[in-house]
């Protein structure tokens, strides 16, 4: 159930990202016309992805990792897939990332945000503990306020309880 | 934005005394008792010659016995039982006609008003002791005539009650709507009793956990208005102004004031350490002490009234627990004893309790407890309720209760409440949208 609905978060992301590749493909040319914008997306690979970027990351990688509630422990699912962010931002060296953590809404506003804290930092810390130089990560607590998934039950609270990386 | 008029208002008031409280009697009504049937009072219109000006009176009639309504401890008389009409009333009360309907207090005052200012009298008698209680007369601008009808309301409470007054204040707290996922959210302002409401930001980013400056007219909050840097920030009600309150690498959150308003405790998370911790800035030197040390999470702290001491939330036991501690950090002492989760501690006014909100076994609760600890009670129940803030007169509290989300969105809708420290009468706060994050000003006379 858990990965039939991450999938299906998965259809939707890569959705809302091919819907928008025109646009950044076109705002990255330095061009606004529409007739451009699908000039420039012939230069990207044959997915339509701009290698790099947060469609790059979502999509061949992964952008978020899950954690257990109030903690901030990496398992060993996320520390593979922070493998794998780590491994991506060497090949991708002028890119930077922001680490938002994020909560369940079972816990306080303020509690929260300092778990979330926590969490992005957890994250922060793994990634320059794989090499990842520290001024390229830098971090966002959102608390309970930006919740990934709607409802009020586990199987939401487990979604919501993440840390998403973000191009910056 | 705020209008001037309604800000400046240090009523330039005349109080002229009728009579002098000269007797003081025994309480007639005490809130710690738990259940009170509330005293049936009589509020009539005040008295004017003038159609014009009644209308006046009658607004401030229902204002004053709105309050003592929602209070609980007063079950204002319906006019239409009346017999005494007020014209005669601003004479001399016929105690008798009082009696039959049972009034044990009546309330009586008239209006005068000349160009833009208005002259209020009021009276308050005790209609089994056939005597006045008290009298005062206020002269101000017409139109802070709420403010007046607040601050009678106040003088009425504290003379029956014998506790402190809490109508003329005003409430700060974070206007919601849109979906869970993208919740917006605005400062928004409005009196006590939800009038003059007002929106203080426009909603394009997020704000969290607005409190008072001691004085009212600043709030301290959390504002995501750097997308990038949550940091906190002052409010200045009168200006619009906002200014952020020490930019320091890492997000600053969970702010309130020192009781002298001259200092924010607030929590830090410097990416140098990487966990929250407790610190205390000083807003004329802009100089950050740091107050607590440990590699758990340390947040929502609140200075005690006379700013001696602080208590704060904490996981460093591994639950999540209340901890009380010298106002520089010192003899750190954990308080909360019981099962569950603690969070968000709240120094009464009054310095005699301290109110949070725990959770244990799915639930979430509002509780007070004595400040070593002892004597927690729960006072509210619910899916989510959090945040509780006091009232001045340390006798009420408010907070927001969520509800569930359903998985098609529905639902997730969060609202204020207010309770007094019995447990009972709980009365929703009507607010145009949702609500969340409410802090009660202190008495603003």
Same mark, same amino acid.
């Given at each position: 159930?858990?990965?039939?609905?991450?999938?299906?978060?998965?259809?939707?992301?890569?959705?809302s990202?091919?819907?928008?590749?025109?646009?950044?493909?076109?705002?990255?040319?330095?061009?606004?016309?529409?007739?451009?914008?699908?000039?420039?997306?012939?230069?990207?690979s044959g997915?339509?992805?701009?290698?790099?970027?947060?469609?790059?990351?979502?999509?061949?990688?992964?952008?978020?990792?899950?954690?257990?509630?109030?903690s901030?422990?990496?398992?060993?699912?996320?520390?593979?897939?922070?493998?794998?962010?780590?491994?991506?931002?060497?090949?991708?060296?002028?890119?930077?990332?922001?680490?938002?953590?994020?909560?369940?809404?079972?816990?306080?506003?303020?509690?929260?945000?300092?778990?979330?804290?926590?969490?992005?930092?957890?994250?922060?810390n793994?990634?320059?503990?794989?090499?990842?130089?520290?001024?390229?990560?830098?971090?966002?607590?959102?608390?309970?306020?930006?919740?990934?998934?709607?409802?009020?039950?586990?199987?939401?609270?487990?979604?919501?309880?993440?840390?998403?990386?973000?191009?910056? | 934005?705020?209008?001037?008029?309604?800000?400046?208002?240090?009523?330039?008031?005349?109080?002229?005394?009728?009579?002098?409280?000269?007797?003081?009697?025994?309480?007639?009504?005490?809130?710690?008792?738990?259940?009170?049937?509330? /005293?049936?009072?009589?509020?009539?219109?005040?008295?004017?010659?003038?159609?014009?000006?009644?209308?006046?009176?009658?607004?401030?009639?229902?204002?004053?016995?709105?309050?003592?309504?929602?209070?609980?401890?007063?079950?204002?008389?319906?006019?239409?039982?009346?017999?005494?009409?007020?014209?005669?009333?601003?004479?001399?009360?016929?105690?008798?006609?009082?009696?039959?309907?049972?009034?044990?207090?009546?309330?009586?005052?008239?209006?005068?008003?000349?160009?833009?200012?208005?002259?209020?009298?009021?009276?308050?008698?005790?209609?089994?002791?056939?005597?006045?209680?008290?009298?005062?007369?206020?002269?101000?601008?017409?139109?802070?005539?709420?403010?007046?009808?607040?601050?009678?309301?106040?003088?009425?409470?504290?003379?029956?009650?014998?506790?402190?007054?809490?109508f003329?204040?005003?409430?700060?707290?974070?206007?919601?709507?849109?979906?869970?996922?993208?919740?917006?959210?605005?400062?928004?302002?409005?009196?006590?009793?939800?009038?003059?409401?007002?929106?203080?930001?426009?909603?394009?980013?997020?704000?969290?956990?607005?409190?008072?400056?001691?004085?009212?007219?600043?709030?301290?909050?959390?504002?995501?208005?750097?997308?990038?840097?949550?940091?906190v920030?002052?409010?200045?009600?009168?200006?619009?102004?906002?200014?952020?309150?020490?930019?320091f690498?890492?997000?600053?959150?969970?702010?309130?004031?020192?009781?002298?308003?001259?200092?924010?405790?607030?929590?830090?998370?410097?990416?140098?350490?990487?966990?929250?911790?407790?610190?205390?800035?000083?807003?004329?030197?802009?100089?950050?002490?740091?107050?607590?040390?440990?590699?758990?999470?340390?947040?929502?702290?609140?200075?005690?009234?006379?700013?001696?001491?602080?208590?704060?939330?904490?996981?460093?036991?591994?639950?999540?627990?209340?901890?009380?501690?010298?106002?520089?950090?010192?003899?750190i002492?954990?308080?909360?004893?019981?099962?569950?989760s603690y969070?968000?501690?709240?120094?009464?006014?009054?310095?005699?309790?301290?109110?949070?909100?725990?959770?244990?076994?799915g639930?979430?609760?509002?509780?007070?407890?004595? /400040?070593?600890?002892?004597?927690?009670?729960?006072?509210?129940?619910?899916?989510?309720?959090?945040?509780?803030?006091?009232?001045?007169?340390?006798?009420?509290?408010?907070?927001?209760?969520?509800?569930?989300?359903?998985?098609?969105?529905s639902?997730?809708?969060?609202?204020?409440?207010?309770?007094?420290? /019995?447990?009972?009468?709980?009365?929703?706060?009507? /607010?145009?949208?949702?609500?969340?994050?409410?802090?009660?000003?202190?008495?603003?006379?």
């Amino acid at each position: 159930m858990l990965k039939k609905f991450l999938f299906s978060i998965f259809i939707i992301i890569f959705i809302s990202a091919c819907a928008t590749t025109p646009k950044d493909s076109a705002d990255s040319s330095g061009s606004g016309s529409s007739t451009d914008s699908i000039g420039t997306l012939t230069e990207t690979s044959g997915s339509g992805i701009i290698s790099g970027s947060q469609e790059d990351l979502i999509v061949n990688v992964g952008d978020r990792v899950f954690f257990g509630y109030d903690s901030f422990d990496l398992d060993a699912d996320a520390q593979e897939l922070l493998q794998d962010q780590a491994a991506w931002m060497k090949q991708h060296s002028d890119v930077s990332v922001i680490i938002e953590g994020h909560c369940d809404e079972r816990g306080t506003r303020e509690y929260n945000l300092a778990l979330g804290e926590k969490r992005a930092q957890a994250v922060k810390n793994y990634l320059i503990s794989l090499g990842v130089s520290s001024s390229r990560v830098s971090t966002i607590s959102y608390g309970k306020e930006r919740p990934a998934v709607i409802g009020s039950n586990d199987g939401a609270w487990s979604q919501n309880r993440r840390s998403v990386t973000t191009v910056n | 934005m705020i209008s001037k008029n309604y800000l400046n208002i240090v009523l330039s008031l005349i109080v002229i005394y009728f009579s002098s409280m000269l007797n003081l009697f025994a309480l007639e009504v005490t809130l710690t008792q738990g259940s009170v049937k509330p /005293t049936p009072v009589a509020v009539t219109d005040f008295y004017s010659n003038k159609d014009e000006v009644l209308k006046i009176g009658k607004n401030i009639s229902q204002v004053i016995s709105d309050n003592l309504e929602r209070s609980g401890l007063f079950s204002p008389l319906n006019k239409k039982s009346f017999i005494q009409d007020i014209s005669s009333l601003s004479n001399q009360p016929r105690f008798e006609d009082w009696k039959i309907i049972k009034a044990q207090h009546l309330i009586s005052g008239n209006v005068t008003k000349s160009e833009n200012r208005i002259a209020v009298e009021f009276r308050l008698y005790d209609v089994f002791a056939q005597k006045q209680l008290l009298g005062k007369r206020f002269e101000t601008s017409e139109n802070n005539w709420r403010r007046v009808s607040h601050i009678i309301s106040d003088i009425i409470f504290e003379r029956i009650t014998g506790e402190g007054g809490y109508f003329d204040t005003r409430v700060v707290y974070v206007a919601e709507t849109g979906t869970k996922e993208n919740r917006q959210k605005r400062l928004a302002i409005m009196d006590q009793d939800q009038a003059n409401h007002k929106f203080l930001t426009d909603g394009s980013y997020l704000v969290l956990t607005p409190r008072f400056s001691p004085n009212s007219q600043k709030i301290t909050y959390m504002s995501y208005v750097n997308t990038k840097a949550p940091r906190v920030f002052i409010f200045d009600i009168e200006t619009g102004k906002q200014e952020i309150v020490g930019d320091f690498p890492g997000m600053t959150f969970a702010p309130r004031f020192s009781p002298d308003g001259k200092k924010i405790i607030m929590s830090y998370s410097d990416p140098e350490i990487g966990n929250s911790e407790i610190y205390i800035l000083d807003l004329e030197t802009r100089s950050k002490k740091r107050i607590t040390n440990s590699t758990a999470i340390d947040v929502s702290a609140s200075f005690s009234p006379d700013a001696k001491k602080i208590v704060f939330n904490s996981d460093r036991t591994g639950r999540r627990h209340l901890y009380v501690a010298d106002s520089n950090g010192k003899n750190i002492k954990r308080i909360s004893r019981e099962g569950g989760s603690y969070y968000t501690p709240v120094w009464s006014p009054r310095g005699d309790m301290i109110a949070f909100t725990k959770q244990e076994g799915g639930q979430f609760y509002i509780g007070v407890m004595d /400040t070593d600890g002892s004597n927690e009670r729960m006072i509210a129940k619910a899916y989510h309720v959090e945040g509780p803030t006091w009232a001045p007169n340390g006798r009420y509290l408010m907070y927001f209760k969520e509800e569930r989300t359903a998985e098609d969105g529905s639902g997730g809708d969060s609202n204020l409440y207010s309770i007094d420290l /019995t447990g009972y009468n709980e009365r929703k706060i009507i /607010t145009p949208l949702g609500g969340s994050d409410p802090a009660w000003s202190p008495l603003m006379h």
